[in-house]
Structure formats: structure tokens, C-alpha cells
């Protein structure tokens, strides 16, 4: 297995994580917001997801 298909597939299963955390926090069983000490609110889920799908699509493409 190459290189490039094994970050396909790590990315692609922290897409699939990221995107059911981002599914459970919008039924309010999971925090969707995380708060750091002294900076402001970081909410990203809807982007992590998206990045990951990015990386995974681009891992997955067949150049030939």
C-alpha cells in the first residue's frame, strides 16, 4: 500500500469521526463549541470535516 493511500484512508476515517461529532453536537450530545482559557471560542467542526474530506479526495485521485 502506498503512501498516498494510507493517508486517504487515515483522513477519510477522521472525516467520518469528525462528521459524526459535528451530527452529535447538533442533537446537543456533544460540545460543538471548545473553550480555551484566556482566547475565544474555537468552532470548527463543519471545517475539520471538510479538510479532511479534501485531503482524503485528493489522496484517493488516480493521476493516470
Do not use: C, Q, Y
Request: proline content about 3%.
Amino acid at each position: 500500500m502506498s503512501f498516498r493511500k494510507s493517508i486517504a484512508r487515515v483522513t477519510f476515517l477522521l472525516a467520518l469521526i469528525s462528521l459524526a461529532w459535528l451530527i452529535l453536537g447538533i442533537l446537543e450530545l456533544a460540545p460543538l463549541i471548545f473553550h480555551i482559557p484566556g482566547e475565544t471560542n474555537l468552532r470548527a467542526h463543519a471545517s475539520v470535516t471538510l479538510l479532511f474530506l479534501l485531503l482524503a479526495s485528493w489522496a484517493f485521485w488516480d493521476e493516470k
